[in-house]
């Protein structure tokens, strides 16, 4: 029987599953969970951002009726769970016992029988601070009179972190003698905030017959999080399942682990009833896990034919109290070192040293590959930069010097192998679409007449689907996913997977993965993930890696089944198997097309007709290892407008030309870059974490926090090309992040470029008005 419907798979607009009890307000949060008996956690946080701890007294709080018991650092010390393990092999304070180290800190816990009663007793809690000098730079923190912050590392005597270097030093000190201009700037990437629609919580349940723990958490990797509860714990992991229900947006901000989790776990497991924890907006900000923060000095090295042949990097990283970054064990920086972006540089050499200062612990992959954002964001304005210097168009520099298509892949000067690209064809896009020529003119005019013009690029390249396991580790565990296919009788089927969706469509897109594979219509296939105890082991959804990884996992496990599939429908059609072909769910026998087996028919007879000797049922599991990274890459080309008078700038037009290999779903596909391009711009323009001297976190709310809205968001037109991955099984990369990485330097090349007339070479995001005014102002008075 053939298929007469078309199959939607790879390349199909399909609306996203998910929307339909999303729009409904019928998807489920771990606030949504409510357990019988289940009390209620509220965290005591401290004012200062130095201090050490006289003493806490609970005692007025446990005696307040609702309460049913309060925690602290003592407390969790007699149990071994005063202080965790970080992601980057330090640790840090669950609840604090010796010291605060930076406002927002954990320092009690309230336990009670409703939310209300647990919030209102966390001012009965009396704690005896006594301030000490907080360091809210990393240049202070390195001076050798800094306070110690870090009092509890034993013989540690000052806040210096880690040195970290990538490259050929000597190589690219002879490039910058040989050089005929050297480039610089000096940048500071600021510290933002993924700022999820929901905040972090849990509900922790932990049986006392049993010793059963089952954790409701907003996870963005839940399998990861229970090996690291298994063993911080000792608690055996089979009696751990973590569910991550419906999460309302990551971002990166959910894959720590955070001392409410580790809190609410020890207090259901004292008490013996389930305990609910859920952060507010303010809580969110001031102590979760923090965005960038890259202090960055870059120099270019050029031919006077502007032909790039070094660059040398050296930047300093502040990392809060505790270093807590998400990033594979062997990059201390994270991806930092594809700093030299789409362009063939044939000397890098970068130099980074991380500080502890008085801040919330972070340096998350904020919708971005491990610190990538802050490499692509230094190579552009550098090269924007080194333009004006040689007297050479911006996008004349850029195609100079990209990596040609021939060079794939191409091994980088800090060793990543690039699988492929098109640089100079997604450029050149970018410019026919925003009428680059024209537009120059137009600028040329608007000068003419006093207005302040700008065109930016960014020609960006990204890194992601960490990754393959000799390589790429979190905390010593393999970057590898798995996939379960299960094919029940009547065709139907369940993908279980390891990843974790955030609001990325997972259930859509991976649903269309099989479809291609096997030829059963998506909304066929059920897609399952976020149960520890009902989906495969892996690492989980960040830094872009769903779709190299696990969706290369889901196309392999998929093309196992078909394999069994297809020995099966031989058994039906009575023929050798070599006889048997394939296309878009049908099994034909080879020059017989009218001898015909679907894949729902071959599904049934391996549960009632299957051949002697076969293990009956069609299922299998794949764990996938890449071989390689993926290098999405594109150019992003804006147009601005800036008031000289008030340092307003607006965004005339953004042109996207992203290429992310074989698109799955290029609706879903679009919005991500809408959400990437949104995010990027806020960054640009007006999302900013900061601190005033005594440590008060400034952007403690979405008042002083800037997101943008739809209002301040500018108009995208998005383009693609279409470059495969040759490693990858479907030929695709990944896009959640691309936008949030390329776009901030295309908004900041933009206005700079306005400014250019005046002599302003440089500004540090986000430009406020203030700032561009600010600059405008130094500018005119001589400086820049
Ligand atoms: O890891 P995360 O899901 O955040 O990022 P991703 O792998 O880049 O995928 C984001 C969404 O875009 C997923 O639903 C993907 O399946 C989809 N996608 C796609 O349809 N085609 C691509 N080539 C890349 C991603």
Redesign the pocket.
Known sequence: MAQTEEIRGIGHRVRRVEDDRFIRGKGTYVDDVKLPGMLHMAILRSPYAHAIIRGIDTSRAEAHPGVVAVVTGELLAQHNLAWMPTLSYDTQAVLATDKVRFQGQEVAAVIAEDPYTAKDALELIEVDYEPLEPIVTPQRALEPDAPVIRTDKEGKTDNHIYDWETGDKEATDRAFAEADRIVALDTHYPRCHPAPLETCGCVADVNPATGQATIWMTSQAPHAIRTVFALVAGLPEEKIRIISPDIGGGFGNKVPVYPGYVVATAASLLLGRPVKWIEDRTENLISTGFARDFHMHGELALKADGTMTGLRVSLLADEGAFHADAQPSKFKVGLFGIVSGSYDLPAVHVKATGAYTNKAPGGVAYRCSFRVTEASFLIERLVQNAAYELGMDPAELRRKNFIPPDRFPYRSATGFVYDSGDYEGALNLALEKIGYAELRREQEEARAQGKLYGIGLASFTEV?GAGPHKQYDILGLAMNDGAELRVHPTGKAILKLS?Q?QG???E???AQIVAEELGIQPEDIKVMHGDTDNTPYGLG??A?????VS?AATAMVARRVREKAARIAAHLLEVAEEDVEFHRGVFSVKGAPDRSKTIQEVALAAYTNFPDGMEPGLEAVYYYDPPNLTFPFGTYAVAVEVDAETGEWEVRRVVAVDD??????PM??EG?IHGGLTEGFGIAAMELITFDEDGNCIGANFADYLLPTAWETPRFELYETVTPSPHHPIG??????SATVGSPAAYVNAVIDALRPLGVTNIDMPLTPARVWEAIQAAKAGGS
Request: one cysteine or more; glycine letters at 16%; hydrophobic letters at 30%.
């Open positions: 992601v990843v969706t990325q469509g997972h859509t897109t991976f959804t960040y872009s890696r769903s779709t190299p969706g992310c290999g074989v698109r799955i779903n879903i596909v991500q695709a990369k990944g896009v959640g992040e």
